[in-house]
């Protein structure tokens, strides 16, 4: 205990001796204390008691490290009492103890000993007892070995033989000097020799150190005689590559014992692996042995093992070219249950994460490689592998190549050798996201888009495109004016195509708008944008009759032609936007002249005052209205049975028309129609006037037509009214779409408008006011919508 504590003390001043001389530069201060980054700032002394002290949360002391051969090479002059250093043999610090003269370790034992056998007393080197084969060493097998100590420590000597025994023993040399050492025995000698050999060689290692000594020892051969039958040598167990083999690996053989006494049996090593067996026979005659393998077999086939034995005699005593076969690798495997791992998609190149997880049942070890065909323009392989141990196991297939299509790829897998049959793998590959672009330079558009007119199949857009990789696509714009366009479907094919986009939706108003087209291509395809003019398209309009009553013969300054002339009223850009409206003077053509007239694209006819259809006539504008699908505003003053057999005609009515001679202001019905509420006002409820003197009504309307207004207010004679269906009006006063911007007469020219043809609203007789342009205007623009929609270009009257 007190020695323990001495060596403590030695330890700690050492440390501060070695530390003190390092730092000397601080050895004037009272004391020195050194800090690092971890640790907080100041300048703190060192504690008390303490003439150097570290500080650091996250580092120690480092000290010299040596060898114990370089600890040995210093000097003997540098050899300081405490010389302090780490000992990496031994893993142990060291100082140095002048009283002693050694080098001591902290752990606590002493270092290895320095010591040796000297070539002259190798012949004093003694193996005592008898030795004989197949009998175990007894306390009397020993070996006795000198050795001179010249620095005391510990030892560790053996003396070992390839024979089945050897000798050891350790301890500590407590001083330089002479020794014997008495190497117990362990172990059964497994072969005999003849007088006349020398035995055993042995080999003496001390402390690490072979020796040069090399003493042999004789063991006596045992006195067995037996024969093996060959013939009886039968395998056991199977044999697989690096399998090592367990006690089912063995060799069984039939002997004759002629002497009893110890055997052995051995053959030679064959491809990493061996038999042998020992034993005593306690009777002669026919027996049964065992020769059990060890090792390892390294490679696959038929090996060829000869035996040997410690028979007294030779023949019958040995048996050569014994057959064991190792088994070749196989192995049987499971698609079914096989797992896919990584990311698979079209054009896109396998890598190595992209593996396939493969069951298989190992039969027989060996290395295969196993791999797939290609298909799609991948594989896999597993490469070559060792199937090292038996039973189920996975393997790892690596994919190779790119994958030229989505959907799923069929695979058969092989393996080559050793493989029982062959599966086949589904592998699933992403197809690429359809991907295009877009020609925006090229889109076009059909149909015809104008206000208020619902969009159908006609109205299309179409956008080339052109398809890298196939699938679904969705193309559309963005709602303006009331509609938008778009289009879905699959591209099944790559290359140049039309995508064709069909309109929805009510268009809300005229003018110009431009339609942004998006696409969901994966690269983005490219956002077009395509302008689309929302107008009625160019409109011919037939004037029957004469002077200010209808636009064919009016000047521009009078309403009948003025308000239909004005740009602002009727064009791209006006109140009701249309490309333009044609003005045809039809005058008081009849019969063939005026279907020669309508056949020439007429869509609206005006009829004014001074017009009386002959019956010819009337035939052809009712197939105008009914076949053609035009539109006729009508109106009639001079001729009630004509006017009656027109709206009759038309109607399929039996009305009469009868006329007035007074100046009327006739109420206008608050009833919903496109005539009374227009884009150029609302006058439901207002008044409409009629032209001096001489206004028709009509009695008797049927169910198909919309009372519009009565003549002076009374109920039963109706001023004005509309064809629910057909595109029909009729109004009681040839002269109501009559006016100029000068006049003011309260009984003349009821149609005012301003010096540029808008309309206006016109004091009248008995103080109301009429809004008779406004009516002509809201007429006009029903008009254009209607024959936008229903006129048949395509028909002409017979």
Known sequence: MKRSIHKIQKIIFIVIFCLFGFYSAFAQLESSKIKDGTVSDGADKARSGAILELESNTKGMLISRLTTKQRNAIPVGNLSDGLFIFNTTTGC????SVIQSVWLSICGTPPPAVANIATAQCAQIIANGTYKEGEALVPANYMTIPVTVTQPGTYTISASTTNGYYFNTNGTFPSAGSYILNLPGTGTPNKGYVLGDNGDVVSVILNGITTPCSPYIFVEKANVDFAINCASISSHGDYFIGIPLTN???????????????????TNTVNGYSFSG?????????????????????????????????????????????????????????CAVATQNGVYMQDVALSSTNKITLPVNVTATGQTTITTNTANGISFTSGLIDLATLGEQNVTLVGLGKPIAGGTTDLIVSGTPGIVGTCALKVVIAGQPTTYTTNCSEITTSGTYAPGIAMNGANTMTVPVNVSYVGAYTINTNTVNGISFSATGTFVTTGAQNVVMTANGVPTSGGSFTYAITANSTNGGA??????????????????????????????????????????????????????????????????????????????????????????????????????????????????????NLINTICDSS??????????????????????????????????GSDVNNSYYVTGLPENVTTLSTQNGSASKIFAFKHNTLGYVYIGDAGWMAGTAANTSTTTWPAKISGAGLVQSKAYNGGVTVYNSMMYGNAMAWAIKYAQENIDPNYLIP
């Open 93 to 96: 610090f060291d100082y140095w």
């Open 248 to 266: 089912d690996n063995k060799l069984t053989l039939d002997v004759n014992v002629t002497s009893i006494g110890f055997w052995s049996m051995s």
């Open 278 to 334: 020992t034993g005593k026979f306690t009777t002669t005659g026919l027996q049964t042995v065992e020769l059990l393998g060890t090792g390892a077999p390294v490679a696959s086939g038929l090996n060829s093992f000869n035996l040997s034995s410690n028979a007294e005699t030779f023949v019958g005593a040995s048996c050569s070219n014994i057959p064991l076969t190792v088994a070749p690798v196989g192995y049987t495997i499971d």
């Open 527 to 644: 956002t077009c944008n395509k302008s689309i003019s929302f107008v009625f398209r160019t409109m011919r309009v037939l004037g029957l009759g004469t002077g200010m009553y209808q636009p064919g013969t009016a000047t521009t300054v009078q309403a009948a032609k003025a308000i239909l002339a004005l740009g602002s009223n009727f064009g791209p850009t006006g109140t009701v936007q249309i490309q333009k409206l044609e003005i045809v003077n039809g005058g008081n053509n009849d019969g063939s002249g005026l279907r020669n007239l309508i056949n020439n694209n007429i869509d609206i006819i005006v009829i004014g005052y001074n017009y009386t259809p002959n019956a010819a006539s009337i035939l052809i504008l009712n197939d105008f209205v009914k076949n053609k699908k035009g539109v006729i505003i009508h109106s009639q003053e001079n001729d009630a049975s004509g006017a009656a």
């Open 655 to 688: 009305v009469s028309v009868s006329g007035s001679g007074s100046t009327y202001t006739n109420p206008i019905l608050n009833v919903s129609d496109p005539l009374l509420d227009g884009p150029f006002g609302n006058i439901r409820g207002l008044h409409l």
